[in-house]
């Protein structure tokens, strides 16, 4: 153990390999993004305390990363992007064609007692459609999350989305005589309905006049879907998703600014916290910009801990994220200098191939021959490429093969090389 | 402008057009970065105050941005990232053969007063090579902040690395007969030098027994640069790179750190302040580890406010950032349902399309044919492909050219889509 700084509680040092896997990750989510026509925004990470206080927030208030800046500001790290997106949105939708397919990879921030899976700042990865008010919206988000699953290395029987409506338990408590108060308790009971000890649902259902018996009924035994759930099943139906679909009226999200259709990501075991999630928010942007803005809304967000975990133990996954690294990690060209004579050669034609997009290193101080072919291996060049005192003549030892080959430093030396490299 | 919430003082938020150039700026970071084999990793946004404190900081220390937690901790966000970069490597250097060539992309924060060109927030491009204490690897350095300022589309003319090595005043101290603090005042006198009135540099410089005219000369004539500078120099012109390199002894950046060559990209008009800059500390990991690695060092920085002015200051550069922006911008394909009857086709149409790599959109909402046509040029589609009542067969307009084909959703018709587009 090194002496010297320890870094925060709950905040990660992302090593080389650590990033790696990071940024495979957000390619994968800007990859998927990209086909579905969505663009990248992103807002500042320190944001107004009174934005989520504004944003009714059950669990999070308690969570929020806030603070007092030197200015005597009360400031937060945000604890989520959507506050800050209906912000933003509120100020400059008015500059572009409706919907909106907007997209977002960055930090969040949560100060609650760190343990694993549960660090204090995560990456989020949040898609949202505004302007538009349809189930074929709602549709169109729950695809991106099935395709972004699939293209991190998922098939069925890995992952599934939970799908349910809002809607459904508004008209269920309007049938059983439900104030709106009423009905957002109900809410809350059917969110912790998986948590929560049975005698306590039990109390807290009665006080509203209901059984566990009544609520478990109407969760797995629905009369009616709905006119929206049924078009969002028909729509994913259409396009060969259904497989992933798992109809459950028992999620409803935290959150008390959905307001219609929601779901959820996760593996097929149930062993992990939700994967990803979101729903439908129609009245948050108008809340966020005091009235001054009404667009529908829908979105959802998936966290970079749980996902990561997920893939590192789905074998499959895995080895489709193994197999993407190692085509990324180690250059090119590792230029081995045979004779000091000829440095200025060697500088020359660092400058040439990396100037033509190879990744080309090289020892950086004088070393023998034998030093620098094992320097080689370690950078996991794919070439070694030895200029010594025949040069322009270059010698050329591919590392995986240990085949040799002679070539010059000519014109053609860089079509020559891409010829021999992997991949290529 | 629109009522509701604002975002903090000198905090950008990033609307896609925005983040498309942040975005230009992060794709150029990384590709040079990997063709000099240099390897990413990320450290956290927000640290224990004491790393600055201990980091010996100049100017810095009265603009961290710095609060106390709920947890009673003194934290930061962080101002720079080489001391967090410096309490990572002590950690775990030993994992990793030397010289570690590590880069990182990522935001700090300083709290000053906004104004132009001085957010509170900025990205930051860190490249840092450590456990190598050659001037190869301060040319190294050099060359890579040369290559990305091409690689941004500047030319000779446009920039100058101005080039310095903190040992010359070292010596000049030495040979004036100056103790250490003494070198240390003039340093920070050299420093400040084009900013700072004449008559108070006169004044500092007696204090030290100097006068402006001896260290004006030493500046403009000097009667040797020193082995190290001599060395970067023809190793940079071994690379063809001579042409940006001006020697100025004037330059010895700020921070107390610094032990060797330093050097600083400015435009060629020196306008703006510098776009990036840094040099060698070969004491600071020792320092931040408590003496318990020893690692030589060197690194430079280069944020992302200053050069995007010069980008777009600079008629050629800033062409370039337009034709890469534009080539991404835009869907390929817009799916116009011109029947009905035909949804679920066109639903697993799209599915198919973005399977395939195609960036597909289409209106989650029934509209007629010539809104739907004007929504796809609106998402800058390069195809409109018309889903109708003789589908499988299908109608393409290429919207550039309002060229029509008529094709057929079989298996090739990813095949053929792909013949249509443009770049393809």
């Known amino acids: 153990m090194a002496k010297g700084f320890q870094s925060l509680p709950g905040f990660r040092d992302f090593r080389p390999e650590d990033c790696a896997v990071r940024n495979y990750l957000f390619a994968n989510f800007r990859e998927v993004a990209r086909r579905y026509g969505f663009v990248e925004y992103e807002t500042p990470i320190l944001e107004p305390t009174e934005l989520y206080e504004k944003k009714a927030g059950g669990e999070l208030n308690s969570q929020l990363f806030c603070f007092t ?7 937060t790290l945000r604890p989520e992007v959507t506050a800050s997106l209906g912000r933003l949105v509120g100020a400059v939708q008015r500059n572009y064609p409706k919907p909106l397919r907007w997209f977002e990879i960055g930090q969040c921030f949560r100060y609650e007692k760190p343990q694993k899976g549960r660090t204090r700042e995560f ?7 505004l302007g538009e008010s349809t189930a074929g919206a709602d549709a169109e988000l729950i695809a991106l999350s099935i395709d972004l699953m699939r293209e991190l290395g998922f098939v069925p029987g890995d992952f599934v989305i939970r ?18 108060e009423q009905t957002a308790d109900l809410l809350g009971i059917v969110d912790k309905l998986e948590r929560e000890k049975p005698e ?4 807290k259902l009665q006080a509203l006049g209901l059984s566990t018996e009544e609520v478990k009924g109407a969760i797995e035994k629905p009369s009616s879907l709905g006119e929206n759930l049924d078009s969002v099943l028909a729509n994913l139906e259409a396009r060969g998703m259904s497989d992933f679909i798992e109809i459950d009226l028992s999620i409803v999200r935290g959150l008390a600014y959905y307001t219609g259709v929601v779901f959820e990501v996760f593996d097929a075991k149930k062993s992990l916290r939700a994967v990803a999630g979101g729903g ?15 667009l529908p809304a829908a979105g959802f967000a998936i966290g970079d801990v749980v996902i990561r975990h997920l893939i590192e133990e789905t074998p499959h996954a895995a080895k489709k994220m193994q197999s993407v690294l190692q085509e990324e990690a180690g250059c090119d060209i590792y230029l081995v200098l ?7 050669n060697a500088l020359a034609l660092s400058s040439k191939l990396r100037s033509a997009g190879l990744a080309t290193t090289f020892s950086l101080t004088p070393a023998k021959v034998g030093k620098q072919f094992k320097q080689a291996e370690q950078a996991g060049a794919s070439i070694a490429l030895v200029v010594g005192s025949e040069y322009p003549e270059l010698s050329a030892k591919i590392l995986a093969t240990r085949a040799e ?12 090389l891409l010829k021999l490299l992997p991949n290529s």
Chains 1, 2 share one sequence.
């Open 123 to 129: 990456y989020q990865f949040n898609v949202d459609l």
């Open 280 to 294: 439908r928010y129609d009245t948050l942007i108008s809340a966020l910009s005091d009235g001054g803005v009404d």
């Open 405 to 416: 080959e002679t070539l010059s430093d000519d014109q053609d030396i860089v079509e020559t």
């Open 200 to 203: 306590v649902t039990e109390k």
């Open 338 to 344: 045979a004779d000091d004579n000829q440095q200025a």
């Open 163 to 180: 799908l349910s409506d809002r809607a459904y338990w508004t008209d269920f408590g309007s049938v059983k005589g439900l104030s709106d």
């Open 69 to 75: 800046d030197k200015g005597g500001r009360e400031v």
